[in-house]
C-alpha cells in the first residue's frame, strides 16, 4: 500500500480549489501551504491543502 496520497489546494482568498498535489503522508505530517496563481483572483496567493 502506497503512502503517497493526493491532496487539494484551496486558494485562501476565494476558497476555490485550483490544484491537486501528492505527499507522502509518513514523511510529511504538516499541512502544505503553497504561493501559487489563483486563475479566479489573478494574482499569485497562499494554497492550503484543504479536505478532500
Do not use: G, P
Request: charged share 40%; net charge positive.
Amino acid at each position: 500500500m502506497s503512502q503517497d496520497q493526493l491532496f487539494r489546494l484551496a486558494c485562501s482568498k476565494c476558497n476555490r480549489v485550483n490544484y491537486w498535489s501528492r505527499k507522502n503522508r509518513k514523511l510529511v505530517t504538516r499541512k502544505i501551504e503553497l504561493k501559487k496563481y489563483c486563475k479566479w483572483c489573478k494574482a499569485h496567493t497562499k494554497h492550503k491543502e484543504a479536505k478532500k
